[in-house]
């Protein structure tokens, strides 16, 4: 259902509120075999909007008791709201991701090579015994160095961006090794996507021969961008 508020429209769903409140709910929201097609449908929803109007997306489980809390909500809100609105417009979420390879032993050579100079002038078996201690030392370095590479990378791509968010990585090894290293969302103009999807299918060439993998994901939501708002 569409519920319009001054200039602001809110695409919003009834759901009984037993299912999302209350002891017998908690159970429910910890069974991911309830919970996920419902959180996959709301994406979904999110997604088909976004593809013919500007959206202010909101988290999955959003709820409020009645039309009337959520048309007070957004009398309240509205200028924020609608302020997102006319930014967003026209513009898409991307999102780019980096990995790297911080623990093979060619990658631990180099890094040993490029930190210590006098690295291979050392007897093989020195150099694979001072590799075994300075292990962590070194994927540190490398971590560093690949980190400042991808940031210097997203800043080259301001000219094609109208923001930028850094996010958090996980801890997570993924797969072949690779460890995550940096997480950006960026806002991108509809025109200029095929420009930066080609910037950054350059980079992550040249990021290759330094183990660093580049992932661009999109376009989604602008879940990033949004403005924090008091909970209803």
Known sequence: MLHQVGP??????VVPLADY???????????IAWLAPRAHQHATLVEWA?????????????LYLSLNSLTAFMHTHEATIADFLCTVTGKEEWELRASADLSSHEILEQLAGNLWPDWQALPKGTRYMRLCR??????????????ALVHDFVAELQP???????????VRTEA???????????????????????????AGNRAAHKHIAIAFS??????????NLESP
């Open 50 to 62: 976004m593809r013919s109007s500007p959206v202010f997306p909101v988290p999955f489980g959003t």
């Open 21 to 31: 409140c209350g002891a017998e709910a908690e159970l429910r929201l910890a069974d």
């Open 8 to 13: 602001v429209a809110a695409l919003i769903g």
């Open 176 to 202: 072949g090794g690779l460890e995550p290293i940096a997480r950006y969302a960026l806002l991108v103009a509809k025109k200029d996507v095929t420009a930066l999807q080609e910037s950054v299918r350059e």
């Open 218 to 227: 999109g376009p989604w939501p602008p879940f990033s961008f949004r403005p």
């Open 134 to 147: 300075d292990r962590n030392l070194l994927a540190e370095q490398g971590r560093a160095e690949a980190v």
């Open 160 to 170: 094609l961006t109208a923001a930028v968010r850094q996010h958090g990585v996980g």
